[in-house]
């Protein structure tokens, strides 16, 4: 849980819809924090609310995997994709994780989910994890939810693996800081958390 709450939006709302991802990703992965992720992959049910995320702003942006000294390849072509799909990539040829494709279709940006407050099926994330260690992290995150390569350019407002509406995080409650793991434009301040959250990845 975070900071002794009771989880927030637990409730079922609808999906997030393409609007709300056709916007610059800085903005979407502030305003995703909050939001719930659903799985129903593999057919067992298991939900996360977003506490970190990190943007990606497109060509201009160097540790954007479609930076304009990389281009469009085959890799990095659903990040082309139409806002809130699916980017799934592998980090270090071992572990996926999931970003969310943000802005006007063309265009490649996107938001990497770095980690979630389990809301539903932490049993399932359990085993699936084999260790307590859950969702505080992006590959972790992508393990217990279940998410591969199967979901490549998937729609987030669709089953099997969704986007929702929660309770806003509040701008007194947003950490803002450069994002984790990268070495080129390592000083943007891009990465969004909830500091009441005990899941987060790094503080």
């Known amino acids: 849980m975070t900071g002794g709450r009771t989880p927030s939006g637990a409730a079922r709302t609808e999906p997030l819809s393409p609007d709300f991802f056709a916007r610059p990703a800085a903005e979407v992965a502030r305003d995703l924090l909050g939001c719930v992720l659903r799985s129903e992959c593999e057919g067992e049910r298991t939900a996360g609310r977003i506490v970190e995320t990190e943007a990606y702003t ?5 540790a954007c995997h479609a930076a304009e000294r990389i281009g469009r390849t085959k890799r990095n072509a659903p990040l082309f994709g139409p806002p809130g799909t699916a980017y799934v990539h592998r980090n270090y040829g071992i572990h996926w994780l999931l970003n969310v494709v943000t802005g006007p279709e063309g265009f490649p940006a996107g938001v990497l989910l770095r980690a979630a407050e389990p809301l539903e099926g932490t049993d399932v ?11 505080n992290g992006p590959a972790r995150l992508a393990q217990a939810l279940a998410v591969g390569p199967q979901l490549q350019g998937h729609r987030l407002d669709r089953h099997p693996l969704s986007l929702h509406r929660g309770e806003p995080v509040p701008d007194e409650e947003t950490e803002v800081t450069t994002r984790i793991g990268i070495s080129r434009a390592a000083d943007r301040p891009l990465r969004f958390y909830d500091r009441r959250s005990r899941w987060i990845s790094r503080r």
């Open 58 to 62: 497109g060509p201009e942006d160097e």
């Open 125 to 135: 994330m359990r085993l699936r994890r084999g260790r307590e260690e859950l969702t």
